[in-house]
Nanobody, 126 residues
């Protein structure tokens, strides 16, 4: 059973950057689509960005496109989320998870994703 662990969150000023890491244990993720989700206080969890097992299937939500970049290192069993130009509305707990059905990005239906970690807190504030 693949389990994912997130790290790299913290407090950053508006306009700043953070790089989140998602590292797998218990198995490889080479053939998995991995997505980042986030949940802000009082709000529902939402998908942020997904990276598929093959090139070209990455999927970004509109609010992430142009500011966030997702990439993976299958040797290290890791997926990273580089976040630039952060805004206060990006404040949330960020989670990563693997798509239990599809190997390429399809959508952000959380019911299909597995291996959820505890998340990492990102706070954007001056």
């Amino acid at each position: 059973q693949v389990q994912l662990v997130e790290s790299g969150g913290g407090l950053v000023q508006p306009g700043g950057s953070l790089r989140l890491s998602c590292v797998a244990s218990g198995g490889a993720i080479d053939y998995d689509a991995i997505a980042w989700f986030r949940q802000a206080p009082g709000k529902e969890r939402e998908g942020v960005v997904c990276i598929g097992s093959s090139d070209g299937s990455n999927s970004y939500r509109d609010f992430a496109r142009g500011r966030f970049t997702i990439f993976r290192d299958n040797v290290k069993k890791a997926v990273y989320l580089q976040m630039n130009s952060l805004k206060p509305e990006d404040t949330a707990v960020y989670f990563c998870a693997r798509d239990g059905v599809w190997s390429d990005c399809v959508d952000f239906d959380g019911r299909r994703y597995t291996g959820w970690g505890q998340g990492t807190q990102v706070t954007v504030s001056s």
